[in-house]
């Protein structure tokens, strides 16, 4: 037991010092990014990082947002191309799980810009690059970043926008999930005027059967719309997940799949014939690089 404790002393010290940084904001339901009075289209673009998940998003108020970061430093690159170069902040980075091929790149940005919010489930894994990422939250932490455990019915308002999260259901702060975190995704909708995006992470359908199931049911203190436009597919195509139940539900116009060269199979048949089924436009960020998503809030424009 001593031998352990002295082998994972730093690993537990750095566990300590996030619980205690993070508990503050555990119950904080509602945040608003900085007021700003620019006005421009929105965009929104899933960036081609190989195998894993990177959305990055300027609202029409220009607060930068970056979900996920996807498997390595491809992320860096990617987004100077977006970022003026003296500008070294981001407005709000929301991890949807820590799982290295949606975290690592995150992980290189957080060391190179500064955070002002961070949002993710805050489930505890044991990884090398969970430790890392760790160690990232505290440095922003003392950079004034503010770090928000991330569960259903949490609002974010962003200028004219929002972001609604829808799961986590229930908030899952340091529960061990180290076998498997993809349940624990954070899902997110964002809205601007008529035009919707949904993040799913990698969510498999049990998680899409409940959030199915609470928009069905829903009542006035928990509304939940699944409806949109463009679609994040979940898990980069796995065929355990875009259940037949929760396509019809979203309906998307656009289903965007973030996914690289991979020996899951990913895409697979079975789920790009669900999302033709609803005749749904697909795209996949092997096969089309970035793909760029403008919003004026009335119409939704794809950008070749
Ligand atoms: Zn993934």
Redesign the pocket.
Known sequence: MNQFIEKNKKAIYIFIAFLFILNFFAWQEVFVLSERSESKDLSVSFLNVG???STFIVTPQNHQILI?GGPDSTVVGKIAKQIPFWDRSIDLAIL??P????MSGLIEILKRYKVDYILWSGVKMNSSEYLEWLKVLVAQKNKRAKIITAFAGQNIKVGDLKIKILSPSENLFAQDFSKSA?ETSVVAKLNYGKNSFLFV??IDSVEEKKLVEKSQLANSHELVNLKSDVLKVA??GSKYSSSDIFLKEVNPKFAVI?VGKNSYGHPTQETLSRLQNIGAKIFRTDQSGDIFFQSNGQNLFMLK
């Open positions: 195998q894993g998940d996920d949807s799980h799982e290295k091929d949606h993809n992470g990698d898990h980069h973030e």
